[in-house]
């Protein structure tokens, strides 16, 4: 068992994603960055969808009432284990009454969230075919909401033998996409992106793009250029997916996140490709980001480059399997 | 048929956004219910989500290319026969205006009515559910009088209550939990939508039908 000993703001328990009840109004919510989910789980060989703590408010601290094998991936952030610093996309084992802590996040490429797994997975019932929480519904993760101090949350597997002492590189130097220093995001066009005037696409790409602190698990609002479509569009609601970039009256484009609701009625400019959500998961608040067009073979190869990520990484833990630790 | 041909645009890798031309109106409605029943059987389709005289369809994993998965659609489109369902009645008392409608006067100020002439309008349709969409149990009802259709805001209100009544564009519908939302709140009522650990977690279905009751109006 752990033990939430800080105020964790928004802290929150989520897998992958809920998939299948999309028809019931229910998002798919699901780990901002699900590389560092699905990477953390593999190095304590959980499957890949195990569910994890999504921690994006710091510092936060917790107690391990049990000797149990956790992983740190996500943003950097200065963790200490009773006082021992530990290194970032690390495995590590913990002895019951140890003391976890994570700092503020650093490092040059500033993340702004980190994801914590544990032996087996975080031990919540699954709802509707997922472990993530629905805040808006308030259900699923754990008791449907953020995660409080006092919390006390199971381990699936605590007891078992698993290694750890090895780490991974990470995937923002992994699958690195940069222009000028800033973090660049894929884009592809969405059905009402011609409707757009010509100037507002072009500054779309050109301009830098700034996350407002109005961002959260639902949305990034950005800050830059107005949009401005060709003539006022009003639009009948319809599905949507995390990743879509609606254009509100304002002109100032909303991205939807992993908290997204499954549908909506303002325009749409693009969509933010599945192989950048990550990516775009993790940009603190304040910075900028760019975007880049992709067309639909590019997209699905960035995919294919993140699950060849994946699987890499699978197979370096089972070689690592016999060796000592290191990098993977 | 219309001649009008039916879009089709991805969302992203993710999703295939099928756009039916024409109207709005029940019959396309249940055309649309027709074709998400059919779709949602095709092998690369996880699952298939009516909207409003729409239809999304989620991937199991993405097509190499959409051209072979479109030219399904517009053929099924075709052929889709509107699926009629026998759908229960449910009443919902609605106090008008004041602190749960606190957008009544947006919705006066566009139209041009005054209040009375908005819940007239607002109270007299019995309304299918055309789809469930935005949050958990949240339902799009057809069917709303066009006098009373009024934009939706410019920035989206951070947070409006369950059991918020509202209207965004030509559509109209109950916030089923708090949450964020672009559109009009005119008035409140208070009713379970949904219940995870029910199947199907959902109160309404589409096909079911919802009647505003006037319980009060507050000016």
Redesign the interface.
């Known amino acids: 068992m752990i033990e939430i000993l800080s105020n964790a703001a928004l802290a929150t328990v989520q897998d992958l994603g809920r998939?299948?009840?999309?028809?019931?109004?229910?998002?798919t919510a699901g780990m901002m960055d699900n590389l560092a989910l699905a990477a953390g789980n593999l190095m304590l060989g959980n499957e890949a969808g195990a569910a994890g703590i999504e921690i994006p408010v710091f510092p936060f601290r917790l107690r391990f009432d049990v000797d149990c094998a956790f992983a740190l991936t996500g943003a950097d952030c200065a963790a200490r284990l009773d006082d021992v610093p530990l290194l970032p996309w690390w495995s590590h084992q913990a002895h019951a009454g140890q003391l976890l802590e994570l700092g503020l996040p650093q490092g040059v490429q500033r993340a702004s969230r980190a994801v914590l797994c544990l032996a087996g997975g975080v031990d919540v019932p699954q709802?509707?075919g997922s472990r993530s929480t629905?805040l808006?519904?308030?259900?699923?993760g754990h008791e449907g909401r953020a995660l409080r101090r006092g919390d006390v949350l199971r381990a699936e597997a605590p007891g078992r033998a698993c290694r750890t002492g090895f780490g991974l590189v990470p995937p923002a130097i992994a699958l690195p996409l940069a222009l000028d220093g800033g973090t660049v995001i894929r884009v592809?066009p969405?059905?009402e992106y011609l409707a757009f005037t010509p100037e507002s696409r072009a500054a779309f790409w050109q301009r830098g793009w700034k996350i407002t602190p109005?961002s959260d698990r639902?949305g990034f609002r950005l800050e830059g250029e107005a949009l401005r479509p060709i003539a006022?569009m009003?639009?009948?609601?319809?599905?949507?997916?995390?990743?879509?970039i609606q254009v509100?009256?304002?002109g100032q484009p909303?991205i939807q996140m992993r908290d997204a609701?499954?549908?909506?009625?303002?325009p749409?400019f693009g969509?933010?490709?599945?192989a950048d959500l990550w990516r775009l998961g993790q940009a603190p608040i304040g910075s900028r980001i760019r975007f880049v067009e992709v067309g639909?073979d590019e997209?699905?190869a960035a995919?294919n480059e993140v699950e060849a990520w994946l699987r890499k990484v699978e197979r370096m833990i089972d070689l690592h399997g016999s060796a000592s630790g290191g990098r993977a | 048929m219309s001649a009008a041909k039916a879009m089709l645009s991805p969302l992203g890798t993710s999703a295939l956004l099928f756009e039916a031309p024409g109207e709005t109106d029940l019959r396309s409605q249940q055309r649309i219910w027709s074709l998400a029943e059919e779709a949602a059987g095709w092998p690369e389709v996880r699952e298939a989500v009516p909207g409003m005289n729409n239809l999304m369809l989620s991937f199991a994993r993405p097509p190499r290319s959409l051209a072979a998965l479109e030219s399904r659609l517009r053929e099924a489109w075709a052929a889709a026969l509107p699926l009629a369902r026998e759908g229960r009645v449910v009443e919902l008392p609605v106090v008008y205006g004041g602190e749960g409608g606190p957008h009544m006067a947006d919705v006066v100020a566009h139209t041009g009515l005054d209040v009375e002439q908005i819940v007239e309008l607002h109270s007299m349709p019995l309304y299918p559910v055309y789809a469930l969409g935005s949050h958990p149990g949240y339902c799009y009802l057809g069917g709303m009088d066009a006098r009373i259709a009024t934009p939706r805001r410019k920035v989206p209100v951070l947070s409006i209550p369950g059991g918020a009544v509202s209207i965004g564009g030509a559509q109209t519908g109950v916030s089923a939990s708090a949450g964020p939302s672009g559109w009009n709140t005119i008035g409140s009522t208070s009713m379970s939508f949904f219940d995870p650990e029910r199947d199907p977690p959902a109160t309404l279905q589409p096909g079911d039908l919802i009647r505003f009751r006037v319980e009060g109006i507050v000016r």
């Open positions: 998939s299948g009840s999309l028809r019931f109004g229910v998002g709802v509707l629905q808006r519904g308030a259900f699923g592809l969405a059905a109005q639902y006022p009003e639009m009948r609601s319809h599905g949507i997916v995390p990743g879509v509100p009256h304002s909303i609701q499954p549908s909506g009625g303002y749409k969509t933010v490709i599945e639909w997209a699905l995919q």
